[in-house]
Structures are given as C-alpha cells and as structure tokens.
C-alpha cells in the first residue's frame, strides 16, 4: 500500500474515534429523546467520513460512494421514523425527558 | 493535508457544539454545519457524488426533520432551560475533557500502518458500479424509502384513532 495513502486513512483516524466518542457520549449521558437523536446523527457522520477515508485509502472510491449513498438513505428514513416516534411519545406523555416517561409508565403499569 | 486538519479540527468542534447547546434548534443548526464540514472533506477524498448527496440531503433535509419535531414538541421553556443548565452542564463537561485528552493519547500512540490494509485499486466508474455491479442497493433503498414512508403513516393513524 502506498505510505501517502496510508498515512491518510491513519491521520484520519484518531479524529473518527473522536466523533465517535462524541455522538455515544450524547447517548448515554443525555435524558433528551431528541438529543439522543442528535447524538446518532454523529454516529452516522462518524461512519459516512470512515467510509469514505477507507474508500480512498484502498482505492474503492466509487464502491464507498455507493454505499455512502446508501448509508445516508438509510439515515434519512431513520431518523424520520424517529422523528415521529418521538413526537407520538411527546403527545402521549407529555414529555419528552425519558426519566418522566420512564416515571410514567411504572405509574401506569402499577395502577393495572 | 492542512487543509483537512483544519476541517477535521472545525468537524469535531463544530460536532461538540451540537451535542453540548443547551437549545435544540442550535444543535440542528450545528448539525447541518457538521453535514457542510464532512461535505467539504469528501471533496477533497474525491468524493463528489457521495458528497451532494450528504450536502442535499443531510444538510438539507435532516435539519428540516429535526426543526419540525422540535417545534412539534415544544420540549421546553426557556424558564425550564434555565432550570435545567446547571444539571446539563454537570453530565456534558466532561465531554470536551475527554475529547482533548483521547486527542492527545491517539497522538503519542502514533497510529500508524502497521496494520495490514488491501493494495490500492482503481475502481470503475461510481455510476457503472451502482446500475451494473450493485443494482440490488438500488431495491433495498427503494424498500427502505417504502418503509419509513408508510412507517410515519402508521405512527399518524395510529395517532388520529386515538383522538
């Protein structure tokens, strides 16, 4: 493999690992249901630019082009179903804080 | 090679902003930005399709998505913003410590290429791949298209029977 190349994909790497940090991070500390969304949309960015750094480290640029494309349909229809989700638990509890909605559905499963 | 340091550096600050604003309309303006940064980056890996794609859509459409489930929602005030910084601010500072410090660690470690990666090969054109060599991708994004429609669909009759 050539050392330029090489050294490209391994530059980009540790920034990667960063977003990936960053997005997980929101994840497990937020209590925000959008916010979590928010934090997967990182993840996803984190992924497409790892994709892409792969493709052209290896030479497969128009292979990682095509699944991009793919992975970013695929990140579109998920977060609009999540999108919905979200506003469908807003509307039925109220809240979006999952501490409330938790606190929530043990009120209504210890009243049945 | 600077100029991708500098976008990586503006991609992880702007990516830090969005998960730490305290105002969700700010993080999907960030995230948008962030979209705009990687956009940039692809060009630059010799990306062009794969980078319209994310530019038109993930800086476009996805923020769109996002604005119209926060104002949908109306999470909270800003009296309960307030209320709640303090308490953010005690879950998401350690957030840019640890980004700094890995940022450090990642760079006395060095990574580098010891680890086997596959010979560079010359692909064949992006459009010929996707219609010739991967045309099933085309039906699975169709079909996952089909599903996130009908999917919302669900979400809202469900919501109209129960009105």
């Known amino acids: 493999m050539n050392s330029e190349i090489a050294r490209l994909f391994w530059s980009f790497s540790p920034f990667i690992i960063m977003l990936f940090i960053i997005g997980l991070y929101c994840i497990f500390v937020t209590f925000n249901l959008i916010r979590v969304l928010v934090g997967v949309e990182v993840l996803m960015k984190a992924a497409t630019l790892l994709v892409i750094v792969a493709g052209a480290a290896t030479g ?3 292979l990682a082009q ?3 494309v793919t992975l970013i349909v695929i990140e579109v229809v998920v977060i609009t179903i999540a999108a919905g989700v979200v506003i469908g638990i ?11 909605i938790r606190q929530i559905n043990d009120e209504g499963i210890s009243d049945e | 090679m600077i100029v991708n340091s500098i976008l ?17 309309l700010r993080s ?11 956009t940039m980056l692809m060009f630059r890996l010799h990306s062009p399709l794969a980078a319209v794609f994310e530019l038109s859509v993930c800086a476009g459409l996805i923020p769109v998505v996002f604005v119209s489930a926060i104002t949908l929602t109306q999470p909270l005030s800003t009296k309960e913003v307030l209320q709640h910084m303090r308490e953010r601010l005690t879950r998401f500072w350690y957030l840019p410590f640890i980004i700094v410090s890995s940022g450090i660690i990642f760079t006395f470690i060095h ?19 996707l219609w010739n060599i991967r ?4 039906i699975g994004q169709i079909l996952i298209l089909l599903i996130g429609a009908f999917g919302i669909l669900i ?7 129960n009105e």
């Open chain 2, 111 to 129: 990574l580098s290429s010891k680890m086997p990666l596959p010979g560079a090969e010359v692909d064949k054109d992006v459009r010929i791949l």
């Open chain 2, 8 to 24: 990586l550096i503006a991609l992880l600050c702007v990516a830090l902003w969005a998960v730490m604003t305290r105002s969700l």
């Open chain 2, 28 to 38: 999907a303006i960030a995230l948008a930005i962030v979209s705009a940064v990687l």
């Open chain 2, 135 to 138: 045309p099933l991708d085309l």
């Open chain 1, 60 to 62: 497969h640029i128009a």
């Open chain 1, 90 to 100: 807003w509307r039925h509890n109220n809240s979006l804080d999952t501490r409330k």
């Open chain 2, 155 to 161: 979400i809202f009759k469900e919501k109209k029977e």
């Open chain 1, 66 to 68: 095509v699944i991009v």
